[in-house]
């Protein structure tokens, strides 16, 4: 069974700088998406050139299917290592619009507790509640 795993990013160049380190640990690109706000980031070239295609999720609409993916049952929050409490998912989607950044990465069982050892040492931020 695949698990989605979510992790919020205060940076989110921190955020692409976590997508190419999963990527270099062996993790399939097309299964990791990243949420921003187009406002506040928009991905140098360097990580174009690197990791192809960027499946960025801009601001504006596409941050709006943000919420639908953090309540799907058994998605985890990166941070907390359990799934995403429905209270929470507002403080996701807000803290994009302040600047931040979610990544969300879907893993196979086995991987969960690597993945979630990868994201937790690359700068990843506790979800601030939204106000």
Partial sequence: ?????????????????????LV????AR?????????????????????QGSLSAHYGGARVDHLPKLLEIPGTLDAYEGKPVPKEQVNAYVAG???????????????????TLDLLRSHGLSEVEPSH
Avoid: C, W
Wanted: proline letters at 5%.
């Fill in 1 to 21: 069974m695949a698990n989605r795993i979510v992790g919020f990013f205060k940076d989110p160049g921190q955020a692409g700088q976590t997508i190419l380190a």
């Fill in 24 to 27: 270099n640990a062996g993790y």
């Fill in 30 to 50: 097309a299964d990791i998406d990243l949420f921003y706000d187009e406002n506040f980031y928009v991905p140098n070239t360097e990580m174009h050139l690197e």
């Fill in 96 to 114: 994009v619009h302040r600047g931040g950044a979610v990544i969300s990465i879907g893993v196979p069982e086995f991987k969960v507790e690597q």
